[in-house]
Antibody, heavy 121, light 107 residues
Framework: QVQLQESGPGLVKPSETLSLTCTVS?????????WGWIRQSPGKGLEWIGS???????YYNPSLRSRVTISVDTSQNQFSLKLTSVTAADMAVYYC??????????????WGQGTLVTVSS | DIQMTQSPSTLSASVGDRVTITCRAS??????LAWYQQKPGKAPNLLIY???SLESGVPSRFSGSGSGTEFTLTISSLQPDDFATYYC?????????FGQGTRVEIK
């Protein structure tokens, strides 16, 4: 059974960088699929942030592209999110998830439980 | 970006009711549409992909239809476990977007 678990600081100061890691179990990231980050805030609903393939190939939400970096560590079976220059608008529950395909964008079939990130000084 | 608009935002229904939720895309997404169910404090759960294909393990009372810009999710006979929020999700291109959600509440 594929399982994903987010980890990282739950509190980030304004203008600093949000960093989260997703650890995958039950499936080897290096085998296939895209792996993504999605966030959910009360004001904006679900928002796709970006996705990465095991090769390191990425694609990002155009509205966040200038601040987002997603990377993969196949040796640890993890992938990570960095979001720079955060503001209160970035406060949300952040989910990692697996896209159910590799050839093109596909729906997310496995999700982590989500982690709440608060932006406050 | 492709905008996804769901209606209604909230729907009140009773157990046993037939429920339909609509999702409209701002441009054609052919059949690249998914539906998710989300319960409070939980991650979304994939129900339908490619507009009408039922994800494995999802009860057959859930069905999806549509193509192009208009799509529907139907629950044929609402069960107590179905009271939740439902989201559509377009994955037509490399800029995925979600609808704003439809909350199904007990009448």
């Amino acid at each position: 059974q594929v399982q994903l678990q987010e980890s990282g600081p739950g509190l980030v100061k304004p203008s600093e960088t949000l960093s989260l890691t997703c650890t995958v179990s039950g499936y080897s990231i290096s085998s296939s699929y895209y792996w993504g980050w999605i966030r959910q805030s009360p004001g904006k609903g679900l928002e796709w942030i970006g996705s990465i393939f095991h090769s390191g190939n990425t694609y990002y939400n155009p509205s966040l592209r200038s601040r987002v970096t997603i990377s993969v560590d196949t040796s640890q079976n993890q992938f990570s999110l960095k979001l720079t220059s955060v503001t209160a608008a970035d406060m949300a529950v952040y989910y990692c998830a697996r896209e159910g395909g590799a050839a093109r964008p596909t729906p997310f079939d496995y999700w982590g439980q989500g982690t709440l990130v608060t932006v406050s000084s | 970006d492709i905008q996804m608009t769901q209606s209604p935002s909230t729907l009140s229904a009773s157990v046993g009711d037939r429920v339909t939720i609509t999702c409209r895309a701002s441009q054609s997404i052919t059949s690249w549409l998914a539906w998710y169910q989300q319960k409070p404090g939980k991650a979304p759960n994939l129900l339908i992909y490619k507009a009408s294909s039922l994800e494995s393990g999802v009860p057959s009372r859930f069905s999806g239809s549509g193509s192009g810009t208009e799509f529907t999710l139907t629950i044929s006979s609402l069960q107590p476990d179905d009271f939740a929020t439902y989201y559509c999700h377009q994955y037509n291109n490399y800029s995925q977007t979600f609808g704003q959600g439809t909350r199904v509440e007990i009448k």
